[in-house]
């Protein structure tokens, strides 16, 4: 098994730089309609833009110091992507997860360490994140790390429910 460059671990996931040939990883996670539906486009990857994506994750990570990163179960499989990355001049959360580990709260955990690793690496003094309208689960998971609903943003064609979170809005931890 190849070495992992780890950028961040919680006791469930291990966030960790992509390697050149994980492309067809970021296909699959984006095959079925079920992954797509809430994405621009709408419709399942090709491997072409999997493999434009990773390039772009890439070009991020070295530009910006942080990107979409692949997502590694505690057993080393691969779970989906999470991470923060520039968006029109501003930092963006965003996840996605493969269907079969939906509903076991890894979309919040990974979040919320994001949100706790972007605020102690002071890379800016907040982000934001947007869903598809219809895509509640991924809404409670951004109220449950705090961000706060903000006005609604087009993303191609579709009005999609904005949020922001602050390093003064953060939660104080115990």
Do not use: C
Request: proline content about 3%.
């Amino acid at each position: 098994m190849k070495e992992q460059r780890i950028i961040l671990k919680t006791p469930r996931l291990t966030f960790a730089m992509w390697d050149e040939g994980d492309a067809i990883l970021v296909q699959q996670l984006h095959t079925t309609m079920a992954m797509t539906r809430y994405l621009p486009g709408n419709v399942p990857w090709s491997l072409q833009k999997a493999e434009e994506r990773l390039r772009g994750w890439f070009e991020e990570q070295a530009r910006d110091g942080t990107t979409k990163y692949k997502l590694l179960a505690e057993d080393g499989s691969f779970v989906g992507r999470a991470g923060i990355s520039k968006f029109n001049e501003q930092f963006k959360l965003g996840y996605s997860l493969r269907e079969e580990v939906w509903g076991q709260g890894l979309a919040t955990e990974a979040a919320s360490v994001l949100a706790d690793w972007f605020f102690e690496r002071e890379l800016a003094s907040g982000f934001i994140a947007f869903t598809h309208p219809e895509n509640i689960a991924s809404q409670r998971v951004l109220r449950k790390i705090g961000m706060r609903e903000r006005a609604p943003i087009l993303i191609d064609g579709v009005l999609d429910t904005a949020f922001e979170l602050t390093a003064d809005m953060r939660p104080a931890k115990l």
